[in-house]
């Protein structure tokens, strides 16, 4: 067996330009020139930091220290003088450098570094915003708060080559950073995801003219068809048709929806068909100014029902691929089609997801299943039929219109892992695979999926929320509050569920003021679960408010008269027990027996 290569720990700062090919294209000359001064503000900044510069490779810069404040204090120093050096410069003129750092084993050799380490520094690199500075978990934990700066967690992101995702966090200098606490307003809890520095796509539901049936099936499978394909993109906040209250918003003009949902660009479509011909407007709209970012008309023939399921998955595409050109540069568009494409199963699925994401009561979620066991009959080699299943089945599970939830859970976990078995695409099977481990007790298998989801669906809001209610099982949940922060960033108008989940996380971690404020943000969504009436009423008596406790105490008994605690206890799947008997001591204190 060859000698390991000797490695060492270093920070590792890594850096290059955002948009330099476009910057050289436009005037090559000018560009270096003031490409070779913002070079040597690197070199300046590094050298008075006590770092090393490696290299440079065209617009990239690679460099080490030994010591993680170090790197960071020298690229807060670069990023300020570069802003000013900026100033009175064309925005479409500016030299923007993206940097990442990272704490990890490095290979030196040759006057070089190489390894993991120095591919994790490019990859945050990748995920910063121009202008701005993205760090690892390890060098956020090595900070801790000896430097005079804020961090908004971003997500965790698969690294090419690294086994496991990589947590990611943006440095805000002075004071500047975001607020990532459940705000409350009339309108209901809302964060401003602009702090997050991501890109924001509003996608309101299609219209459709007339009373068609058909027609109006045609423009929800548009919405959801494009939906489903952007949750799968990185560093994308995506407020889809189902969030809560955005059907309010179907009258609102372009700009006000924006200000509302705190989007950048609106997707609008309209659906009418003529005769044999189906016609779909769509538009892209920058929010604040109401200039259309990209549109198009697109017309296509129609000759029978089946017809509609091909035009729906070309229209998505077509409408996908105009948004990656212009804001995404080249995730695949084709989801579902690519691997489910007998038509009789496509207008299966189309019909099952359209009454899934609507289901309210038991019998339409029973319809749902039954359209997706369909799909899967039909095309039983496609894990798409399976997934869709599987997620049902947990959803009625856990909505409570099961009459046996355990049967039904254990029916989810059977769909998910033959829709995994099939390499399923949708994400959906490792998110119920992860409820369904945590519900048996199955802790490390949980985290491996939830973690996962998290990859398979990185701007999915539900995937972080699922992984902060895991985390906080498990006993992390200083871990779990960021995580169920930024699903709550991640989606303006979030459910009810995730502040919940972040009421749980806080309690768990101690921090039982926050939980408070969570719980009652959870309730101003909806004040008909008792679980954050649970919640509320534990942290309450951890704080000594006993007389509020009891007043939590007694909602839930007016929502659930037969409310058992020992029956709850055997719900709640902790890891370690003591973080249970706490609860339930804090719970019996408030009045639940």
């Known amino acids: 067996m060859e000698e390991r290569l000797p490695r060492k720990l270093a920070a590792i700062l890594y850096a290059d330009v955002a948009g330099y090919s476009r910057l050289t294209g436009e005037d090559e000359d000018a560009t270096h020139r003031a490409l070779r001064d913002y070079l040597d503000v690197f070199a300046a900044a590094i050298e008075s930091q006590n770092g090393q510069v490696m290299h440079y490779a065209g617009d990239a810069v690679l460099a080490q220290f030994r010591a993680v ?5 020298s ?4 990023q300020k003088e570069l802003r000013t050096r900026n100033e009175g410069i064309p925005d479409d003129r500016q030299i923007r450098f993206r940097i990442g750092i990272n704490l990890g084993d490095v290979i030196e050799d040759r006057g070089d570094i190489y390894g993991d380490g120095v591919n994790v520094a490019a990859r945050l690199e990748a995920l910063a915003e121009p202008g701005s500075i993205c760090i690892s978990d390890s060098v956020r934990t090595a900070i801790g708060k000896k430097l005079p700066f804020e961090y908004a967690f971003i997500g965790e992101h698969s690294v090419k080559n690294i086994k496991e995702p990589v947590r990611a966090y943006r440095i805000y200098e002075g004071g500047e ?7 409350t307003s009339a309108s209901g809890p809302t964060v401003v995801p602009q702090a997050l520095g991501k890109l924001s796509i509003a996608i309101k539901p299609f219209t459709a003219t007339g009373t068609d049936p058909e027609q109006e099936q045609l423009a929800d499978g548009l919405t959801n068809g494009i939906s489903t394909a952007l949750f799968r993109v990185p560093s994308l906040i995506i407020i889809g048709d189902d969030s809560p209250g955005l059907t309010d918003t179907k009258q609102m003009t372009t700009e006000k929806l924006g200000r509302r949902l705190h989007v950048k660009y609106v997707l609008k479509g309209h659906v009418r068909k003529y005769g044999e011909r189906i016609r779909v407007n769509v538009e892209l709209i920058e929010a604040s100014t109401g200039r259309v970012h990209w549109g198009d008309q697109l017309d296509r023939e129609l000759h029978d029902f089946g017809d509609y399921f091909d035009i729906q998955d070309e229209i ?4 996908v691929t105009a948004l990656n050109v212009k804001l995404l540069a080249g995730e695949a568009a084709r989801i579902v089609r690519r691997v489910l494409k007998d038509p009789s199963a496509l207008e299966h699925y189309y019909r099952g997801e359209d009454l899934l994401w609507r289901a309210t009561m038991k019998l339409e979620f029973q319809e749902a299943q039954r359209l ?3 799909t899967i009959r039909l095309q039983p080699e496609s894990p ?7 997620l049902t089945y947990w959803v009625e599970a856990l909505s409570g219109l099961s009459e046996n939830p355990s049967s039904t859970l254990e029916r989810a976990a059977e769909r998910a892992e033959k829709a995994i078995s099939l390499d399923d695409v949708t ?3 490792h998110m119920v695979m992860a409820y369904v481990h945590l519900y048996r007790r199955e802790y490390d298998e949980a985290m491996a999926e939830v973690t996962r989801t998290v990859i398979d669906r990185p701007s999915c809001p539900a995937s972080y929320a699922l992984k902060a209610n895991v985390l906080n099982y498990v006993g992390q949940s200083e871990d779990a509050i960021e995580f169920a922060q930024y699903a709550t960033q991640l989606s303006p108008l979030y459910p009810p569920m995730f502040p919940a989940i972040l009421a749980s996380a806080f309690y768990g971690a101690g921090h039982f003021e926050e939980a408070v404020a969570a719980a009652r943000a959870a309730m101003e969504l909806d004040d008909k679960k008792i679980e954050p009436y649970l919640m509320l009423a534990a942290a ?3 704080l000594g408010n006993v007389g509020d406790a009891h007043l939590a105490t007694k909602r839930v008994r007016d929502l659930e008269p037969n409310f058992d605690l020992s029956e709850f206890a055997s719900s709640q799947p902790y890891r370690e027990q003591e973080h249970l008997d706490l609860l339930l001591d804090h719970l019996r204190g408030a009045g639940l027996q």
């Open 316 to 319: 998505t595409e077509e409408i």
């Open 384 to 390: 798409v039929g399976y997934a869709a299943a599987a």
């Open 372 to 374: 997706f066991e369909e």
């Open 75 to 78: 690229a807060v120093v670069i």
């Open 69 to 73: 404040l170090d790197a960071v204090s």
């Open 540 to 542: 309450n008596m951890a």
């Open 427 to 429: 994400g959906y099977a």
């Open 177 to 183: 950073g975001p607020d990532s606490s459940p705000a």
